[in-house]
């Protein structure tokens, strides 16, 4: 399977604790973005890498929330003491990015985070 | 600021009758529009983009999208609709140049086609 991976898909965890999420976009990829949805809403962008640089972050990326790209290929996504409020479907998603027309994004299936 | 909306919840169309599904954007600058699926235990999948050139944009599964800037719409469209087209249907924005690099998602219209 050449798309983008998430792992895990699922995740329950207690309120206060901390969480990884590790995203793997499609090969030679440079673009890496990291999105959140909650039920009833479309995706809501969090934050986004170009190669192993963090570009841009969201408001809605609070000092709880850490992403990184260390090489430029896969990334991960932490949550640090998670709330019942970040529960929700985690998604990451991969593009080109060198052309600005290679613009559309291939999502993988996302990490679905349940704080109980 | 970069905003879309998806006015209708859900759509509801005959198998075999042309279905619209609606979206409206507002930028600052040029949009770029984009249409996305996403299946039940599936992830979002692209169906078709607006970046330039003719309005009329054709994409996959028979898909197609039109742009109209004085309305600042980018409505879904397929001649004939089948059952396996039902799902939840998202429109999206990318505000250029100088919009987040982000995609801006509408709620997502449910597309539910009867036999």
């Known amino acids: 399977d050449t798309g983008v991976s998430q792992d895990p898909r699922h995740k329950i965890t207690k309120r206060g604790q901390n969480v990884t999420f590790r995203c793997d976009p499609i090969s030679e990829h440079n673009r890496l973005y990291w999105y959140r949805q909650t039920l009833g809403q479309g995706p809501e962008f969090l934050t986004y890498?170009?190669?192993?640089?963090?570009?841009?972050k969201s408001r809605l990326l609070s000092d709880r929330f850490s992403a990184e790209r260390p090489k430029g290929s896969f990334s991960t996504l932490e949550i640090q003491r998670t709330e019942q409020g970040d529960s929700a479907m985690y998604l990451c998603?991969?593009?080109?990015?060198?052309?600005?027309?290679?613009?559309?994004?291939?999502f993988g299936q996302g990490t679905r985070l349940t704080v109980v | 600021a970069q905003s879309v909306a998806q006015p209708e919840d859900q759509v509801n169309v005959a198998e075999g009758n042309p279905l619209t599904v609606k979206c409206t954007y507002s930028?600052?600058?040029?949009?770029?529009l984009f249409w996305y699926v996403q299946y039940p235990n599936r992830g979002l999948q692209f169906l078709l983009k607006y970046i330039t050139g003719d309005n009329l944009v054709k994409g996959s599964y028979g898909f197609e999208a039109e742009f109209n800037k004085s309305q600042t719409s980018f409505h879904l469209k397929k001649p004939s609709a089948l059952v396996s087209d039902s799902a939840l249907y998202f429109c999206?924005?990318?505000?250029?140049?100088?919009?987040?690099?982000?995609?801006?998602f509408g709620k997502g219209t449910h597309l539910i086609i009867q036999p």
């Open positions: 890498f170009q190669n192993e640089a963090q570009l841009e």
């Open positions: 930028v600052s600058g040029n949009p770029y």
């Open positions: 999206a924005v990318r505000d250029y140049p100088g919009g987040a690099d982000g995609l801006t």
């Open positions: 998603a991969s593009s080109p990015g060198q052309q600005i027309m290679n613009t559309e994004a291939f």
